[in-house]
């Protein structure tokens, strides 16, 4: 009885020490942020304004702005609902779609600070709320419009000129919601989603889509200078190069992870990264790439942890039938 007095009081010491040190201290040395579950409706966009004007009126300057930014912000995410109430029409959608094809067509060439996705998945990788926001307004949907203020205009701004009725918008949302080509694997996800900004070495991939394997050392430079072209042009478009994401869901919590894809700025204030309007499955695949290629041996692993630990019970249940065998005699 004794030996167990003091294992309950060894396990009990054990688990306050863990809890001090894992989920209270961090818990107290990062704001939690609550999970938007991939809807996309402003309402994190419409808090983050609210809480500006507070910060305004603090150093009195720039009330004025920031409570305009509040109505302006309200006002989009109001009419994206009510674009999102419209029956869109795939079939006329197709035909609009090929303003889209005009900058995403495949043919790599940066555009204003990156090289336009491919939009082949976009249906099921993104949310389809955030699409409407992004079709209406990119610099809005993607929270980066204080970058874009007057002077300079976001990459695909242009799409503002180009579809700009309400139902035009449905349309081709719906149009992108029922095109199917392929299947959405978690690589091709990262590819569409973060590889135009992101590289993940582990996975071979940069901005100029997955590295091939060359005949020769000249050929691999080459290429490597191409690299780095691109790079500096996203780091000239973001301001910093965007790090490299291999080893990202090793670092990082999936809910860090998920907010963080829901809507940068609630994490990091201020950071260049847009919003990407990832849907749940969207998220999902993203995510698996990211521990597929962080932690290769996850999925042999986990499996043998379970048997080592059948194997300590049983191991622990036949050690104590043996000890209390052998001291039968003496207690
Ligand atoms: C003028 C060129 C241009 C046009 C036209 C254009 N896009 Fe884009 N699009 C871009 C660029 C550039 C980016 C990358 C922007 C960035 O990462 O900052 C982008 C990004 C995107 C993304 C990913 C955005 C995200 O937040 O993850 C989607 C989805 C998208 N475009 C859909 C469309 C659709 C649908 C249309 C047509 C209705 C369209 N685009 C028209 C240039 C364009
Ligand atoms: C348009 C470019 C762009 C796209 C697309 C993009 N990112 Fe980023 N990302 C950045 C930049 C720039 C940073 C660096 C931000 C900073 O330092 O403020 C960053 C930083 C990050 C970080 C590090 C955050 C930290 O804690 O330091 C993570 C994680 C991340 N991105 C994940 C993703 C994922 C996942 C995707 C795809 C769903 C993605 N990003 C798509 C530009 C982008």
């Not at 209270?24 to 609550?34: L, N, Y």
């Not at 990082?252 to 809507?263: D, G, L, Q």
């Not at 059948?310 to 622990?316: E, Q, R, V, Y």
């Amino acid at each position: 009885m004794k030996e167990f007095k003091i294992l309950a009081i060894v396990v009990f010491f054990s688990l306050v020490l863990y809890w001090g040190v894992e989920p209270f201290a961090h818990s107290q040395m990062h704001k939690h942020v609550e999970s938007n579950n991939f809807i996309y409706d402003g309402k994190s966009d419409i808090a983050e304004a609210t809480a500006k004007i507070a910060t305004a009126k603090e150093v009195k300057k720039g009330v004025v702005e920031a409570e305009a930014k509040l109505v302006a912000k309200k006002a989009f995410w109001a009419e994206v609902a009510e674009t999102a109430k419209l029956k869109g029409d795939a079939v006329a959608g197709e035909a609009a779609f090929a303003a889209c094809m005009g900058c995403h067509n495949g043919a790599g060439v940066n555009m204003g600070g990156v090289i336009p996705p491919n939009l082949d998945h976009a249906g099921s990788l993104y949310d389809k709320n955030y699409l409407i926001a992004l079709v209406k307004d990119p610099a809005m949907a993607s929270n980066t419009d204080h970058k874009f203020a007057d002077t300079m205009m976001h990459p695909m701004g242009s799409v503002k000129a180009m579809i700009t009725t309400p139902q035009d918008i449905a349309n081709v949302v719906a149009y992108l919601t029922t095109k199917k080509v392929g299947k959405l694997t978690p690589k091709v996800a990262f590819m569409e989603a973060c590889g135009r900004c992101h590289t993940n070495k582990y996975g071979k991939m940069t901005p100029l889509g997955e590295t091939p394997s060359f005949k020769t050392e000249k050929e691999a430079l080459a290429h490597n200078i191409k690299v780095l072209d691109e790079q500096d042009l996203i780091k000239k478009y973001m301001g910093n190069l965007p790090p490299d994401l291999s080893m990202m869901a090793r670092a990082r919590s999936e809910h860090f992870m998920e907010t963080f894809v829901e809507n940068p700025q609630s994490q990091l204030a201020g950071t260049s990264m847009p919003r990407t309007g990832l849907s749940e499955k969207g998220f999902e695949e993203v995510y698996a790439y990211l521990n597929e290629t962080g932690d290769p041996s996850k999925s042999a692993r986990t499996p043998l942890g379970i048997a080592v630990l059948i194997f300590f019970g049983i191991f622990t249940v036949l050690a104590y039938l043996w000890k209390k065998h052998q001291w039968h005699d003496l207690h």
